[in-house]
Nanobody
């Protein structure tokens, strides 16, 4: 079992930056693929970025590539999302998720943290 708790959301002006954190409990964090998803009002949840267990491979949606950076600290059981050059269209609830080793799905989810970008 893995529990995920996000933090770091808030209100920021367009062009600004925020860093989200996701603290994980449980022994499987170090072997799990971690991801960030987001859901804007009236829209479906979408994949934002993911990182493999070692941090050596990362994946980004086209909409955030070059602006967002995912990284992890396995010693602290934490994954981060650095968001730069924020746009109003980045406004959403951001969720952290974990995909355990040998699983094909993200099985564990955090409660979400609101990010609002004003124009």
């Amino acid at each position: 079992q893995v529990q995920l708790v996000e933090s770091g959301g808030g209100l920021v002006q367009a062009g600004g930056s925020l860093r989200l954190s996701c603290a994980a409990s449980g022994r499987t964090f170090g072997s799990s693929v971690m991801g960030w998803f987001r859901q804007a009002p009236g829209k479906e949840r979408e994949f934002v970025t993911g990182i493999n267990y070692s941090g050596g491979a990362t994946y980004y949606s086209d909409s955030v590539k070059g602006r967002f950076t995912i990284f992890r600290d396995n010693a602290k059981n934490t994954v981060y999302l650095q968001m730069n050059s924020l746009k109003p269209e980045d406004t959403a609830v951001y969720y952290c998720a974990a995909r355990p080793k040998k699983s094909s799905e993200y099985e564990y989810w955090g409660q979400g943290t609101q990010v609002t970008v004003s124009s």
